[in-house]
């Protein structure tokens, strides 16, 4: 296992489209992590997962957000009717559910809307 | 959310040690300092974490103040490599399960 992956790298939309992204996860990790960063700032938490159950949900996290992960393993993150001020790095991170898990962050979505 | 506060910026020579201060000063008694690192066009990377002892591991040592409202991560020999932005976290143990990252501080590494 090399670490957490996300797909695509980069991905560049027109306002008014959805994208949808994929992180997967460490595979022994049961927790997932989403979060977005705009330049110049620090990671913003969105949400998490405990297996496939979503936990809890940042205010960030507007009506046209939503965040699965079906069967605990893998995750996606949609974003409807995108706006410019969507356009972030997306981040993925995992972790195991002990007290104090270190997350591990994957390379990260860039989304550019147009 | 409790708030740290670090410094922007700061600069170290290359093979210097450097110490990233960061204030906590409405920490509660359940929440863990954590420290993660972001190179350059990568996602964050865990550093080091610490309740109230100090605490060494192979990449830095964190010293926490007695009355724990600050604490200072310390690289002992800083190479070209650690130019990243280092951010101080603070989470509570018992209800933390997501990190609130601030703007960090972007360290540079001086030849």
């Known amino acids: 296992d090399t670490g957490v992956s996300q797909d695509p790298r980069h991905k560049i939309t027109k306002r008014g489209q959805n994208v949808t992204f994929r992180c997967d996860p460490i595979?022994?990790?049961?927790?997932l992590y989403w979060y977005r960063q705009t330049l110049g700032q620090g990671p913003e938490f969105l949400t998490y997962?405990?297996?496939?159950?979503?936990?809890?949900k940042s205010r960030l996290l507007s009506d046209r957000f939503s965040a699965e992960r079906p069967k605990g393993s893998f995750s996606t993150l949609e974003i409807q009717r995108t706006e410019q001020g969507d356009s972030a790095m997306y981040l993925c991170a995992s972790s195991l559910s002990l007290p104090n898990n270190e997350q591990f962050f994957g390379p990260g979505t860039r989304l550019t809307v147009l | 959310d409790a708030k740290t506060t670090q410094p922007n910026s700061m600069e170290s020579n290359e093979e210097e040690p450097v110490h990233l201060p960061c204030n906590h000063s409405t920490i509660s008694g359940t929440d863990y300092i954590h420290w993660y690192r972001q190179l350059p066009s990568q996602g964050p990377e865990y550093v080091i974490h610490?309740?109230?002892s100090n605490v060494n591991n192979r990449m830095a040592s964190l010293a926490i103040a007695e009355d724990r409202k600050s604490s200072t991560l310390i690289l002992h020999r800083a190479t070209l490599r650690d130019a990243a932005v280092y951010y101080c976290i603070l989470r509570d143990q018992n209800t933390g399960n997501q990190f609130y990252f601030g703007t960090g501080t972007s360290l540079t590494v001086i030849p």
């Open positions: 610490g309740l109230t």
């Open positions: 997962f405990q297996n496939e159950a979503q936990l809890e």
């Open positions: 595979s022994e990790h049961n927790r």
